[in-house]
């Protein structure tokens, strides 16, 4: 079934399993496609944003379940601390990248760059739908889900791949001011795989 995204200023992208079937003004695209369903987002829809922070992410630090609250908190924990963890026991590894991977879609991430060299890591980053881009050779800051400055994908095009994230912001500058906790909704190889309201 075709899902039609639409924002807040009407901007809408046709999705059909994961490709981008249409792209344009929601009249236009609803009446053209009246069986589709229709998600209306608040604020932009964007192509979504590349984290090149994947390793330091995913295979670097540690995101405690939160039946570990009591234990380890429920922020993510880096440094020293994280290598401990994963040395006590190697197999937490995987199921803190699948928390790790939540928190990027949680911040409009649709792209990660940097090698994952863990086996454990790379599976859960590839099935979750995640494209993987060039690193840039100097990295912009410190380790952050929304780092700065932020990096937006390409434009969406027409046949290409349903990635993208909507961030309750009304421009792209408030976007770069607010940052990518203003997330609303993120959509990876046509799933909406985080939704914030």
Not at 75 to 89: H, K, S, T
Request: hydrophobic share 40%; aromatic share 6%; proline share 8%.
């Amino acid at each position: 079934m075709a899902t039609l995204h639409v924002d807040g200023d009407g901007f809408s992208v046709l999705v059909e399993g994961e490709t981008v079937k249409a792209i344009g003004p929601y009249e236009e695209l609803a009446d053209a496609h009246p069986q589709a369903r229709v998600r209306r987002w608040p604020g932009i829809l964007t192509p979504g944003l590349l984290n090149p922070y994947g390793p330091e992410i995913l295979e670097h630090t540690y995101h405690p379940d939160p039946r570990e609250a009591d234990t380890y908190g429920t922020v993510p924990i880096g440094g020293e601390r994280a290598r401990e963890i994963f040395r006590a026991d190697p197999s937490r590894l995987g199921a803190s990248a699948r928390r790790g991977v939540q928190r990027l879609f949680a911040h409009g991430t649709v792209a990660l760059a940097g090698e994952l060299r863990s086996k454990a890591a790379l599976e859960v980053a590839r099935r979750s739908g995640l494209a993987f881009g060039g690193r840039p050779d100097r990295l912009p800051g410190p380790v952050s889900l929304s780092p700065k400055p932020m990096v937006l994908l390409p434009a969406l095009t027409v046949g290409g791949a349903a990635r993208f994230a909507v961030f309750d912001v009304a421009d792209r500058a408030e976007l770069v001011a607010k940052g990518a906790s203003t997330c609303v909704a993120t959509v990876v190889a046509g799933r909406l795989v985080y939704r914030g309201r």
